[in-house]
């Protein structure tokens, strides 16, 4: 039986395996703790990247800044933590397929990358925008004193003297950027791994920092990647600023790989398709309904204007003097398709009985039908070739306010809802796809995703990622009683979801639409530090442990880690069953098995085993006797060889 690493991925040995398929020569061996491990040689890649003697002091164009360094090996480091399931706080826990996640976003995507590699398609942020601006959702002030600022970047001589003075020029100089740098730069390098190949990624920014952020997705996503930057109008009108008044943000959009991407539509109407289909190959499809005769169209074309059958039998057609078989008049009324397009496409004509309609019955009369004819949204947005504008005037912030106060959610700076579905209709995000926001605030991504899952049927799923930073007791939230962030987001998504699921919203049956979420909560690993560097300990003082897994944590706790360890959706419908008498979790239909009760007997393995699970997990120390612990893999492999077996 192999061992859990219960770890985040070591993402610096990943990429130095990928540097050896190329040049082996430039990695070599070195003991580290004790193991060996690969380590490169820099001084050799560097001269295989070169046709020329490397000098290291030759200028070359880069962007950089203090601790640079420091955040490529931040983002880089595996860390060892969990996330620990809150089942109080989450809403519909065990069907569910939407996560909340609390804790610092860094951790938590390095915690996601097992699972989530390579599956998000569409990643939105708003992060903070340094504007020196202390909010009381967000310390959003990144700018570094001026005497740390002197010791980080270096500018002193060994004697103390001022080798160049920043203080020239001081609002553009480094240290009113170089936090804000170093807090940014490790999240989006560990956010792109977890992006799809033909994932999107929309960044909120406004003038503070929207160079540098280009700068830095340039060089994280790649400068080929870069798909535009779109303007948004924030507000109608603004009296603040020395100069300028400033009402309008920017959208920085980069793709994981442009080959790849699916391009941007100019979108539809997506409201005015309000109706579902409810039989047939299409069922489930979102449709409206377009009248066969408009006035607009005049030709005289004779394929275009005849009688159509009503349900009562009577006949219908167009206003006009001529009737077939003449040839029809210029003026006379014809319909949008000929007879024979017609005929063809009988499934989406609906004839119905109207108030008042402009078409004639045989008597020359108004008649009392009409004739529709179904668009379904799917071919109207596989078909669209139209690509939307660059500047975005629809969205202003005014709605998220209208929108959080019919809430009864008190949140400043959040976006609205109507531009995050707007990117998600634009960029295509298909039925079941995954959205990441990793700096949720008040959920402004969640509440969208679930709105424009009612809207069009869809399946689409959500992970919120938010530091529970406390909310400022001058502010109305924390009057209101909410004593950090995260309580905030939580409540905004159950009461938006609550307001969805009312029977005024377009579609007849929502009980399908997911307006749950589970919440889960960073923490340190459930090992204790023994399970991580046994060898640091005396043999004597490992045999005193009575276990190596923290004492305040529950099977669920464990659960959630080793998920996360093998890459198992933490989504995963998760079913609770006793067998032979001890608990186990059963994940995904028998995709993982465990079992972390102490004295499992050589039954309860073989009764697992014959479930033939892709994964079965169970505690080191939780085997019954040594003879259980001697037969456990000859019991696999004689009820289920494929199933790979783990220990904790």
Not at 506 to 533: A, H, P, Q, T
Request: glycine share 6%; hydrophobic share 35%.
């Amino acid at each position: 039986m192999d061992k859990l690493k219960m770890e985040s991925r070591d993402n610096v040995q990943g990429n130095i395996e990928k540097i050896r398929e190329l040049f082996p020569n430039c990695v070599t061996e070195v003991l580290r703790d004790g193991k060996p491990t690969l380590k490169v040689d820099f001084d050799i890649l560097k001269q295989e990247m070169s046709d020329t003697l490397i000098d290291d002091k030759e200028e070359r164009y880069q962007f950089t800044w203090p601790d640079k360094k420091k955040s490529i090996l931040l983002a880089n480091t595996p860390i060892n933590a969990t996330l620990r399931p809150c089942k109080a706080e989450s809403v519909d826990f065990d069907n569910t397929e939407n996560l909340y996640i609390e804790g610092d976003n860094l951790d938590v995507l390095k915690l996601l990358q097992e699972t989530y590699l390579g599956k998000i398609k569409m990643i939105y942020i708003d992060p903070p925008y340094n504007t020196g601006r202390d909010s009381f959702v967000y310390n959003d002030n990144f700018n570094v004193t001026y005497k740390d600022y002197l010791a980080n970047a270096g500018v002193y001589d060994e004697s103390g003297n001022i080798l160049y003075d920043v203080r020239a020029n001081n609002i553009a100089n480094g240290r009113f950027h170089t936090d804000w740098l170093n807090m940014i730069y490790p999240r989006l390098k560990v956010a792109k791994d977890l992006l799809s190949d033909d994932g999107v990624i929309f960044i909120s920014i406004d003038d503070n920092e929207v160079e540098n952020l280009k700068k830095i997705c340039n060089e994280v996503f790649g400068e080929d990647n870069f798909i535009g930057c779109a303007g948004r109008i924030t507000k109608k009108s603004n009296n603040k600023g020395d100069f300028w008044a400033p009402n309008f943000d920017y959208l920085l959009t980069y793709t994981k790989n442009r080959e790849s991407a699916v391009e941007f539509t100019g979108g539809a109407n997506i409201d005015s398709y309000n109706l579902i289909e409810t039989d047939g190959p299409r069922k489930g499809e979102r449709y409206q309904l377009v009248r066969l005769y408009m006035s607009s169209l005049q030709n005289r074309n004779p394929e275009q204007r005849f009688w159509i059958d009503c349900p009562d039998g009577s006949k219908i057609i167009p206003p006009g003097t001529t009737f077939p078989p003449e040839r029809p008049n210029l003026g006379d009324g014809i319909w949008r398709w000929s007879r024979a397009t017609f005929e063809a496409n009988k499934d989406k004509i609906v004839i119905k009985q109207v108030k008042s309609s402009n078409l004639l019955n045989e008597n020359k009369e108004p008649a009392k039908w009409n004739v529709f004819t179904k668009t379904y949204l799917n071919d109207v947005l596989d078909k669209n070739s139209a690509k939307p504008n660059s500047f975005i005037e629809e969205y202003i912030n005014q709605i998220a306010s209208h929108e959080l106060g019919e809430l009864g959610i008190p949140f400043d700076y959040a976006k609205p809802t109507p531009l995050i579905k707007y990117l998600m209709n634009i960029a295509q995000i298909k039925n079941d796809d995954i959205i990441l926001d990793f700096f949720s605030g008040s959920a402004s991504t969640a509440d969208a995703i679930m709105r424009y899952n009612a809207e069009d049927g869809g399946k689409r799923k959500f992970i919120m990622v938010q530091l529970p930073e406390k909310c400022d007791e001058n502010s109305e939230a924390y009057k209101a009683g909410y004593k950090n962030i995260c309580e905030i987001g939580k409540e905004r998504i159950r009461r938006a979801g609550k307001k969805i699921v009312e029977p005024t919203n377009l579609l007849e049956d929502l009980k399908n639409v997911d307006i749950g979420f589970r919440v889960l909560k960073l923490d340190s690993s459930n090992m204790k530090d023994v399970y991580y560097k046994p060898s640091e300990y005396t043999q004597s003082l490992l045999d005193s442990l009575e276990s190596n897994i923290k004492e305040d944590r529950t099977p669920l706790d464990l659960l959630f880690q080793v998920m996360l360890d093998l890459g198992k959706p933490l989504s995963a419908k998760i079913e609770e069953k006793e067998i032979t008498g001890k608990h186990v979790y059963i994940v995904n239909d028998d995709d993982l098995i465990a079992c972390f009760d102490d004295g499992i007997t050589e039954e309860v393995v073989k009764e697992i085993a014959k479930k033939k699970p892709l994964f079965a997990v169970f505690r080191d120390s939780g085997l019954s006797s040594d003879s259980t612990s001697t037969n456990f893999d000859q019991i696999f492999a004689t009820y289920s060889p494929n199933t790979t077996r783990r220990v904790l």
